[in-house]
Nanobody, 124 residues
Framework: QVQLVESGGGLVQAGGSLRLSCAAS????????MGWFRQAPGMEREFVAAMSGRAGNTKYVDSVKGRFTISRDNAKNMVYLQMNSLKPEDTAVYYCAADYLGRLVEITTEYEYWGQGTQVTVSS
């Protein structure tokens, strides 16, 4: 079965950094667009970043451009999200997701597989 498992979340002060990891299994990893989404309490899940399977094309939501970097290692079936200059408004549960078609990468409902999420809390 397909599994996506996030790790690396935690509590950090504003201005600090965290690196999230997502380990994928049960799928041909390199053929999938991998995305990161986040959801704060009472809010809808929102797109954060995505990276194509082989070409390495990336997409970011405007609010994280210049602060967050998505990367992947297809040999290890891993995708990462390096988060720098964190702000309290970045506080959310962060999810990784896999999208086979890779068309509308900013749209939550386009992704086929989801992890369980990892909590990121940024204190002021």
């Amino acid at each position: 079965q397909v599994q996506l498992v996030e790790s690396g979340g935690g509590l950090v002060q504003a201005g600090g950094s965290l690196r999230l990891s997502c380990a994928a299994s049960g799928l041909t990893f390199s053929t999938y667009v991998m995305g990161w989404f986040r959801q704060a309490p009472g809010m809808e899940r929102e797109f954060v970043a995505a990276m194509s399977g082989r070409a390495g094309n990336t997409k970011y939501v405007d609010s994280v451009k210049g602060r967050f970097t998505i990367s992947r290692d297809n040999a290890k079936n891993m995708v990462y999200l390096q988060m720098n200059s964190l702000k309290p408004e970045d506080t959310a549960v962060y999810y990784c997701a896999a999208d086979y078609l890779g068309r509308l990468v900013e749209i939550t409902t386009e992704y086929e597989y989801w992890g369980q999420g990892t909590q990121v809390t940024v204190s002021s």
